[in-house]
RNA sequence: GCCUUAGUGGCGGAAUUGGUAGACGCGCUGGACUCAAAAUCCAGUGUUAGCAAUAACGUGCCGGUUCGAGUCCGGCCUGAGGCACCA
């Protein structure tokens, strides 16, 4: 068989017929089913664009035999840099290699028999949709959702451009080397925020997978907590901070301001001046990537000013540090070192007092505990490797040196005492005090119940100097050194966690009960929040507050190719929003544009573009010049599909409804944060603005896995590990690389490119050409291969509904090798294997039905399993002796469980196990187990 | 550092709710057909021992729950992807 020839016959006719248009009309349910479009760039279609594509194909094929209308569009993402950079490069208008690049992309789509509706076709760069992209912005600035501000950015200071974070990675640009560094930017912002609580909720009404909703649900990041205020010592100032742990203020030891905190300059006294520009300055060097990434170690700087802590009017520092982002809650926190680990890292840095307000509960609390303050101390021979215990062996086991504090002892003292009374050891040197443990427990020698709060003591041995030890006669145990290792042997839970806290110094950050905190002593975490809040709310300096740390849309971008922004700057009247009906604001049509020398877009130098009238007063103004991100266009183009020739709206709401919404939306991994909470944003706005039918537009939402070179690598030019999809057209047919893609592995997850493997698919594809000579004139179906059918469409069913593509293959691949053990088999039971491996191999399977006399299958109906002929009466299920599968047995559906566990005592293996031996139960699980448990 | 996600034969991967681990495919070994090769067909293929029946071991590591764990729980290790130090 010829493919390309088959493959190019298919084609046209499905061209021909617009087999796979889709139409607003007749009694068919609507489905839609939906994949990324792709951004058309000059490498062409990789395969990985061919896995998602064809697994959404499948779907739409089946789901068109079984009666639905389904829409299955495609279109261009084609705004970005990448177009830019290579029109600069090479004089050319970018949408000359748009254009290009598109074709390509097309070519190679229709040459693997994507059922696409090509009618709908559409770019987000041409002015026909961009007019609607930038209607679409007018309506967020008329609605109060659009709006200016000052932004730091990264710049390049020899490319001239602004960078995004991926290529200012390291504070170094990608392009030419040079450092970056941040500038301010006034921006349009787009105020995403206020939409942070409706776009959780939101999550409620789809129906993506969960950890899709996670993703979102991070990216949103509610947290409830409290804000604070702070006045500053000798300032009429306050500033605030927000905290989750507003129970910790008593520890509280010293403040942070955010470098780009606007009260910064001001508190700053003059002898820290200098300290605290050049820090921030430092800071401006440094883009968030960077802070985030380059956080092994702690900066700041003192500002020589105090803030009064609300709680108890005692004086505290106020630092800057980088480590509070000006961008998250209120750009300034309350540092509590004792129970936030990154607070602890930079009190320790700069020797900040740390003070413990929550202690760790150990043991079980009970009634009339006696009250004793107490130590437990770990004493560390550095020479040896080996820490001091103290074996009770079976009257306690082991256990490092423990010991009551007495009245006039400080805990260290305490500790050094009992370390001499009890092993001799006198020559220490302490190394750290650790947090206190609260500890419950049971004194058996003294029967009673004790309620302790413990000091760790940490000691490194300076020599064995040794005294003599001093033991009451009750004191019968061995000293002894052992390794780390054994440490696992003391099992005393107030010992054992002594002992981590040794090892792992650091903030305790988990729950346990306030001290030093006056009236919050004796409380845990949660009921220590509310009373705060409350202490809060009546002494007016803070009250709970609800937080969220997604920011406002940063919409513009100084480049080229993008959509204008449609906003007009008057020097009389300020911002003016175009008039409607000049939509669409075109991209000026020239070939050469330079970038400006300060950051501006490149619209910027293009003087008969920006020189406008203001559409209010009609004296001279100029055009903004930034354009939208690449975000914009994506935002909404699924909408777009609903009704993709409209010229009066974007899409009317008649059609939307008629869709309803997005049934099936497949996409990368990289896409399911960002542009799915944007394009939710979008969706909800016009929504409230009653434009779209239903606040959420998608309905299920799927993630598929990359497609990797063959070393296990992401595919690279510069790793030699490409498939050129085309190649693989070409020497083994479209269809053999789309049942490959499907059967290559597990959907959702990456998967390695195996040539062999691709071979293997292409056997399984000449298997199915050659059952045709094994087509006999009988009628109907065989008999003998019934089952076999029917729960094989059944099963390809599943799987192609629930992502399970590779399995569908497998089903089908069983059901060819058994059709292959038949001398012969009937044509209606060979169009049953054809029609099901129709929706991913849809190019030989209409030619080979064809060949049989059967009319095209993409006009024919999908079979219906038939579940009479699946029931079995019997079954093999397995026997087990202690767990271990023994024998099988063969058993009838109608069995009780009497009857199955006498079949399994006679089966002859299990005989031999069970010999002998007490059978203590039989468990009976009916089709499916049998486990005999003995003795 | 945080979030997400994974780890099963020589390889890609199966195992819908805790119930016969390794379906299906690749690769490999042996055989048939052929002058020969390709293609195709037949048999075998987790490891170890055994002619075999069978037995022991086996789903990243350590421990737990259970009659029974790839699947559930606790603690680690490693890989991949994302990120805005989220207080």
Same mark, same amino acid.
């Given at each position: 068989m010829n ?5 190019k ?6 061209? #021909? ?9 007749g009694n ?11 951004y058309p760039?000059g490498a062409?279609?990789?395969v ?5 594509y064809?697994?959404?194909d ?12 389904v829409?299955y569009?495609?279109?261009w ?6 177009a ?5 490069k090479?004089h ?6 748009? #254009?290009?690049?598109i074709k390509t992309f097309?070519?190679?789509?229709k ?7 090509w009618s709908?076709e559409?770019s987000?760069t041409?002015?026909?949709y961009y007019?609607?992209?930038q209607?679409?912005?007018?309506q ?8 200016k501000?000052t932004?730091?950015?990264n710049?390049?200071p /020899?490319?001239?451009?602004?960078l995004?974070?991926?290529d200012?990675?390291g504070?170094?640009c ?5 450092s ?5 930017k006034s921006?349009?912002m787009?105020r ?8 959780l909720?939101?999550?409620n009404d /789809?129906n993506?997978a969960e950890?899709?909703?996670l ?7 509610k947290s409830?907590?409290?804000h604070?205020d ?7 100032k306050k ?10 203020l008593?520890?509280a ?5 955010a470098?780009e905190?606007p009260y910064v300059?001001?508190i700053?006294?003059?002898e820290?001046?200098?300290e605290?520009?050049?820090?921030k300055?430092e800071?401006?060097f ?11 170690d #702690?900066?700041?700087v003192?500002t020589g000013a ?9 004086k505290?520092?106020?630092?800057i540090s980088?480590y ?8 300034a926190?309350?540092a509590v070192p004792?129970?936030d680990d990154r607070?602890?890292?930079?009190a320790?840095k700069?020797d ?6 929550l202690?760790?509960v150990?043991?079980t609390?009970h009634?009339n ?9 770990i004493?560390?021979d550095?020479?040896?490797?080996k820490?001091?215990t103290?074996?009770w062996?079976d009257?306690?086991g082991?256990?490092?040196i423990?010991?009551t504090?007495k009245d ?7 500790a050094k005492r009992?370390i001499?009374?009890e /092993?001799?050891y ?5 190394i750290?005090i650790?947090p206190k443990i ?6 058996f020698?003294k029967d ?5 709060e ?8 300076k ?5 003599d030890?001093?033991?009451d ?6 000293v ?7 440490i ?6 107030l ?5 981590e ?6 903030a305790m ?7 030093n905190s006056?009236f919050?002593d004796?409380?845990?975490k949660e009921?220590?929040?509310n009373?705060m809040?409350e202490f809060?709310k009546?002494?007016h300096?803070?009250? #709970? ?8 849309w940063i ?5 080229f190719?993008g959509?204008?922004?449609?906003m007009?700057?008057?020097p009389k009247c300020g911002?003016?929003?175009?008039n409607?009906?000049?939509l669409p604001?075109l991209l ?10 300060d950051?501006e877009?490149?619209?910027a130098?293009i003087?008969d ?6 559409p209010k ?8 010049t930034?354009?939208m ?12 599909f ?9 899409a009317?709401?008649d059609?939307?409804k008629y ?6 939306y497949n996409?990368g991994m990289?896409?399911?944060a960002?542009?799915?909470?944007y394009?939710?944003?979008w969706?909800?706005f016009?929504?409230?603005?009653g434009l779209v ?5 998608i ?9 990797l070179?063959?070393?296990n690598q ?7 590990n ?6 693989i057209?070409k020497?083994?047919g ?5 049942v490959y ?8 997850m990456?998967a ?6 691709l071979?293997g698919?292409k ?8 059952l045709k000579?094994k087509v006999?004139d009988n009628d109907g179906?065989?008999?003998s291969l019934?089952?076999?059918?029917n729960k094989?469409i059944?099963?390809v069913?599943?799987?192609?509904t629930?992502?399970?593509?590779n399995?569908a293959?497998?089903s089908?691949m069983?059901l060819a090798?058994?059709?292959d053990?038949?001398?012969s088999?009937?044509k209606?039971?060979y169009?049953l ?5 129709y929706p991913?191999?849809?190019?030989? /399977?209409?030619?080979l039905n064809?060949?049989i006399?059967?009319?095209p299958i993409?006009?024919g109906?999908w ?5 009479d ?7 093999e ?6 767990g ?5 047995i063969e ?13 399994a005592m006679?089966?002859?293996n ?13 468990i ?6 049998v486990?005999i448990v003995?003795r």
């Amino acid at each position: 068989m010829n493919n390309k020839e088959i493959e190019k016959k298919w084609q046209k006719y499905w061209d #021909k017929h617009k087999t796979f248009e889709a139409h607003e009309n007749g009694n068919k349910k609507p489905y839609y089913i939906l994949v990324e479009f792709p951004y058309p760039s000059g490498a062409g279609l990789h395969v990985g664009h061919v896995r998602s594509y064809t697994a959404q194909d499948a779907l739409a094929r089946m789901m068109r035999l079984q009666g639905y209308n389904v829409l299955y569009p495609m279109g261009w993402d084609a705004f970005g840099a990448p177009a830019e950079q290579y029109a600069i490069k090479n004089h050319i208008h970018p949408k000359e290699a748009v #254009k290009e690049n598109i074709k390509t992309f097309k070519t190679q789509m229709k040459s693997l028999g994507f059922s696409f509706d090509w009618s709908r076709e559409f770019s987000t760069t041409d002015p026909e949709y961009y007019k609607w992209t930038q209607w679409q912005f007018l309506q967020f600035y008329k609605h109060g959702m659009a709006y200016k501000d000052t932004i730091p950015v990264n710049w390049c200071p /020899t490319c001239k451009s602004v960078l995004s974070n991926e290529d200012a990675a390291g504070g170094v640009c990608e392009r030419c080397g040079s450092s970056v560094v941040q500038k301010e930017k006034s921006q349009w912002m787009l105020r995403m925020s206020d939409y942070s609580e409706d776009l959780l909720k939101g999550l409620n009404d /789809t129906n993506f997978a969960e950890r899709v909703k996670l993703g979102q649900i991070n990216w949103i990041g509610k947290s409830e907590g409290a804000h604070i205020d702070f006045k500053i010592d000798g300032h009429d100032k306050k500033f605030t901070v927000f905290t989750t742990r507003c129970d910790t203020l008593y520890g509280a030891t010293y403040c942070v301001l955010a470098p780009e905190h606007p009260y910064v300059d001001e508190i700053t006294t003059s002898e820290h001046k200098k300290e605290v520009n050049d820090y921030k300055k430092e800071c401006s060097f440094k883009n968030d990537l960077e802070r985030t990434e380059l956080n092994k170690d #702690k900066t700041g700087v003192f500002t020589g000013a105090y803030a009064i802590n609300p709680v108890n009017n005692s004086k505290i520092p106020i630092y800057i540090s980088d480590y509070v982002l000006a961008t998250y809650g209120t750009g300034a926190i309350m540092a509590v070192p004792a129970h936030d680990d990154r607070d602890y890292e930079f009190a320790k840095k700069f020797d900040i007092p740390i003070i413990q307000v929550l202690e760790e509960v150990t043991g079980t609390p009970h009634e009339n505990e006696t009250k004793k303050n107490s130590i437990v101390a770990i004493v560390y021979d550095e020479k040896e490797d080996k820490y001091l215990t103290i074996n009770w062996h079976d009257k306690g086991g082991r256990l490092f040196i423990g010991g009551t504090i007495k009245d006039d002892e400080s805990a260290v003292d305490c500790a050094k005492r009992e370390i001499a009374e009890e /092993t001799g050891y006198n020559d220490l040197e302490l190394i750290s005090i650790l947090p206190k443990i609260n500890h419950h427990y049971y004194a058996f020698n003294k029967d009673k119940y004790f309620n302790i709060e413990s000091t760790g003591l940490f000691f490194k041995l300076k020599s064995y100097n040794k005294v003599d030890q001093n033991l009451d006669e009750d004191e019968v145990f061995d000293v002894e050194w052992v390794s780390k290792k054994q440490i696992d042997e003391v099992k005393d839970e107030l010992h054992a966690k002594t002992f981590e806290y040794a090892m792992n110094p650091g903030a305790m950050v988990g729950d346990g009960i306030h001290i030093n905190s006056d009236f919050l002593d004796g409380l845990n975490k949660e009921d220590a929040i509310n009373q705060m809040i409350e202490f809060l709310k009546e002494h007016h300096c803070g009250e #709970k507050q609800v937080n969220y740390k997604m920011r406002d849309w940063i919409f513009s971008r100084q480049r080229f190719w993008g959509e204008p922004i449609p906003m007009i700057d008057c020097p009389k009247c300020g911002w003016v929003p175009m008039n409607e009906e000049d939509l669409p604001l075109l991209l000026p049509d020239v070939a050469e544009y330079e970038p400006t020398e300060d950051g501006e877009s490149p619209l910027a130098n293009i003087s008969d573009w920006v020189n406008c009238k203001c559409p209010k007063c009609g004296g001279d103004a100029k055009r903004e010049t930034d354009t939208m991100p690449n975000w914009a266009g994506s935002s909404w183009y699924f909408l777009r599909f609903m009704d993709a020739h409209n010229t009066k709206e974007f899409a009317s709401m008649d059609k939307m409804k008629y869709w309803n919404r997005v049934d099936w939306y497949n996409g990368g991994m990289e896409h399911t944060a960002r542009h799915l909470l944007y394009a939710r944003f979008w969706v909800q706005f016009l929504y409230n603005i009653g434009l779209v039918p239903h606040k959420e537009m998608i309905w299920t939402r799927v993630s598929h896995g990359m497609v990797l070179g063959s070393d296990n690598q992401k595919m690279s030019k510069s790793k030699g590990n490409v498939i050129n999809p085309d190649d693989i057209v070409k020497e083994y047919g479209a269809d053999t690389l789309r049942v490959y893609e499907m059967f290559m592995g597990d959907y959702q997850m990456d998967a390695p490119w195996s040539t062999d493997s691709l071979r293997g698919c292409k056997r399984f594809l000449d298997k199915i050409v050659r059952l045709k000579d094994k087509v006999n004139d009988n009628d109907g179906f065989t008999e003998s291969l019934e089952v076999l059918q029917n729960k094989t469409i059944k099963k390809v069913e599943y799987d192609l509904t629930h992502m399970g593509y590779n399995t569908a293959i497998s089903s089908l691949m069983i059901l060819a090798n058994a059709y292959d053990d038949k001398d012969s088999i009937t044509k209606e039971d060979y169009h049953l294997l054809l029609v099901l491996l129709y929706p991913t191999a849809p190019h030989i /399977t209409e030619e080979l039905n064809e060949m049989i006399g059967y009319s095209p299958i993409c006009e024919g109906d999908w079979p219906v399993c038939d579940e009479d002929k699946i029931q079995e009466d019997t079954r093999e299920i397995a026997v087990q002796v202690n767990g271990k599968v023994r024998g099988t047995i063969e058993i009838h559906v109608q069995d009780d469980e009497q009857a199955i566990e006498e079949k399994a005592m006679e089966c002859e293996n299990v005989v031999k196990h069970i010999e002998g031996k007490e059978i203590v139960k039989v468990i009976v699980i009916k089709g499916k187990i049998v486990n005999i448990v003995v003795r």
